[in-house]
């Protein structure tokens, strides 16, 4: 088993773990040991596996990466509390904070042989004498330095890795190598039965920093032209810096996919019918329809946001904000719901907004009404459209009872106004009137 392998085999602890060569695991444990009943029965559970696997190992549990190794190799396995890094580094020699032989070497000849004298020492001369790198580790370990780690990811997840021989550093350069990622990936994934969800474009520049370009899939998909297209239009937020050494393509979700001959079946209905010119067409419009829908949702939500791009779906309710809802744009249609036999406008207030209307009682609409300190003469009425609560929460919504009137006034601008209550029980409304929506 090669150090990678052991730490994809440590992804049953937690979701992010890296190979620390030449000998060693790390495993970012933070908010999974309570799973195992703690660290130390997380420790238990490791080391008594591996011993099983015959794997002699030592490991411990820090705050930070460059105290865990420490530990793990030169001080007493185990937990270490939370905020007593230094005081458990103290005794350790300066070895452990993963220095250059000849530069442990050197300190011991200071008189520097322990972690806790080194951390006391002067800085200035410190870095002076021995460069930048030594106060690195010892701030790394002590968790006054970030040290980031490279994850290994499960084998189970499909991606593929395109190195280049001299860096790249324009968008024209970058988009020529995300087709031959794009193709990589989807045959692997069509390999597996699998479409692709999630996709991460991970750019590896030459100064050894990382960029990630995410983009998210509607429904699953393998598709290698759509996938080329959605990520291409997302490399102007790249930033390639000094150059761009090598791209990966990572599926980090993917769900089961079956095979699509959509256009197969089609085209084989054409031959056998051909006669039949208009169920043909039909036919290839509802198999084409909706992977082209399902690919212009794709780069609208990646451009705009997935929460702003869905379809209204209606309600089972005459209340008319309650009678949508926002569903996901490819969500799959629920039953058939009735509207109402008067139309109602497309566009609904956020809150019904109360105006001042002459009218007559009881059926009568009103014949003029001030909104927003204009006064609106009333042409032409249709109504009124009677609206209560749902019939399971009638006790409860008794003053819910509205009529409402579509009204045009004299300049043909349409209004949607209603009146609370229904004129004979005061207990269902004031008999107020509200504008709700606008034609």
């Not at 799973?35 to 029965?41: C, D, I, N």
Request: charged fraction near 25%.
């Amino acid at each position: 088993m090669t150090l990678d392998e052991l730490a994809a085999w440590c992804l049953r602890y937690a979701p992010l773990t890296a190979a620390d060569p030449p000998d060693g695991v790390w495993i970012d444990a933070t908010g999974c040991a309570h799973l195992f009943g703690g660290e130390a029965g997380m420790l238990a559970d490791l080391t008594d596996r591996l011993t099983r696997a015959g794997i002699d190992a030592r490991a411990a549990v820090a705050d930070t990466p460059g105290a865990a190794h420490a530990m793990a190799r030169y001080g007493r396995h185990g937990v270490v509390p939370r905020g007593a890094t230094a005081q458990a580094l103290a005794p350790l020699p300066v070895a452990a904070l993963r220095l250059a032989p000849e530069t442990a070497a050197a300190l011991r000849r200071l008189g520097l042989e322990r972690v806790g004298a080194l951390a006391a020492a002067p800085r200035a001369p410190l870095a002076r004498r021995f460069g930048p790198g030594l106060l690195t580790r010892l701030d790394q370990a002590l968790g006054r330095a970030p040290e980031p780690l490279t994850p290994v990811l499960s084998p189970e997840i499909v991606q593929h890795r395109l190195g280049f021989l001299e860096p790249l550093l324009t968008v024209d350069a970058l988009a020529a190598a995300v087709s031959p990622l794009a193709e990589a990936v989807c045959a692997a994934l069509e390999r597996r039965g699998l479409g692709a969800r999630c996709l991460e474009l991970v750019f590896e520049r030459v100064d050894a920093r990382v960029q990630v370009v995410p983009a998210g899939l509607a429904r699953p998909t393998r598709a290698p032209r759509h996938l080329t297209r959605l990520l291409a239009e997302r490399l102007d937020r790249v930033d390639p810096g000094l150059g761009v050494e090598a791209m990966r393509l990572v599926v980090p979700h993917a769900e089961r996919l079956g095979p699509v001959q959509a256009e197969a079946l089609a085209e084989s209905v054409i031959v056998r019918g051909g006669t039949a010119g208009d169920v043909n067409h039909a036919l290839k419009q509802e198999f084409s329809e909706p992977a082209d829908i399902a690919a212009l949702v794709d780069r609208l939500g990646n451009r705009f946001g997935a929460d702003r791009v869905y379809r209204v779906e209606p309600v089972e309710s005459d209340v008319p904000e309650r009678a949508a809802r926002r569903v996901p744009a490819l969500a799959p249609f629920g039953r058939v719901v009735l509207w109402p036999a008067l139309p109602r406008p497309a566009r609904l207030l956020p809150y019904p907004q109360p105006v001042q209307a002459l009218s007559v009682l009881p059926d009568h609409p009103p014949a003029a009404f001030v909104w927003r300190r204009v006064r609106h003469r009333v042409r032409r009425a249709d109504g009124p459209e009677r609206v209560s609560g749902e019939w399971w929460k009638r006790e409860r919504e008794v003053a819910a009872v509205r009529d409402y009137w579509a009204v045009e006034d004299e300049d043909g601008r349409r209004f949607w106004l209603y009146r609370r209550g229904d004129g004979i029980d005061s207990a269902t409304g004031d008999l107020s009137w509200f504008l709700h929506g606008l034609f």
